[in-house]
């Protein structure tokens, strides 16, 4: 019995096959406009690709005909790679922010504490809560699930539980989710950014305005007391 050979495939290539490439007898040709010319050999659908200074691109080669179409390839390929560009551009990426809490946190640390995670679920992003229990605390599971659930009910306009409370170890972990996706809270951070700036401006603006007319208003009224003063006959006596 003859070894079993095993062949092993090269890499498969991404690329259109274009003009010369095209081997096939004949091909569905479409024209630059997406009008369909129809069945045609090869050789004369390269002949038309010529006289009109464009290529022949196959771009179905798995139809019976392949089916290629007239078009301008290098321009093809640029406006494919400024759509992936701006694709990428306009991709957001998941970020989960972590905070950390004590289960007999005071007053003042929760209210700090809430005040990071209403920033993160604002921006758009998750925030995973972690309470930390040590010595004895371990005993008490229900301080930190009664305080996530607080944090929670205070934070729901902006926020969602993802993930419940549950108990990982000496820690307790929930996941907290933004109602609003990344990208539009970024809109909306950047529509907000731009109202301040435009109040800051106007005020200066105002404040530029009452220091012109108040500066204006003592010129005059210098003007006028130093023409009454010209007008004043030292040797006449009152």
Do not use: W
């Not at 991709?91 to 972590?98: A, G, R, S």
């Not at 970024?186 to 700036?197: H, N, T």
């Amino acid at each position: 019995m003859s070894p079993i050979r095993t062949t092993h495939g090269g890499h498969i290539s991404t690329e259109l096959r274009i003009n010369d490439r095209i081997r096939v007898p004949e091909v569905r040709l479409v024209g630059p406009n997406g009008e369909t010319v129809g069945i045609v050999p090869t050789g004369e659908a390269l002949k038309l690709a010529q006289e009109a200074d464009l290529d022949l691109v196959e771009v179905a080669p798995m139809a019976r005909p392949p089916v290629c179409k007239l078009m301008d390839y290098g321009k093809f390929k640029y406006e494919n790679a400024q759509k992936a560009r701006e694709a990428r551009r306009n991709q957001t990426n998941v970020i989960i922010k972590e905070m950390k809490l004590r289960p007999k946190i005071d007053a003042h640390d929760y209210e700090t504490k809430k005040g990071h995670v209403v920033r993160f679920l604002k921006a758009g992003d998750k925030v995973k809560i972690t309470i930390m229990f040590r010595g004895r605390e371990q005993h008490r599971p229900e301080l930190g699930f009664r305080l996530l659930q607080r944090l929670a009910e205070d934070v729901t306009e902006l926020g969602f539980v993802e993930s419940a409370p549950k108990q990982d170890g000496r820690n307790m972990i929930m996941v907290l989710g933004p109602h609003k996706k990344k990208a539009e809270a970024k809109v909306e951070l950047q529509a907000a950014k731009a109202e301040r700036a435009a109040a800051r401006a106007a005020d200066v603006a105002e404040e530029r305005a009452e220091r012109t007319a108040a500066n204006a208003g003592h010129q005059v009224a210098a003007k006028k007391e130093h023409g009454r003063s010209e007008n004043l006959d030292p040797e006449i006596e009152a």
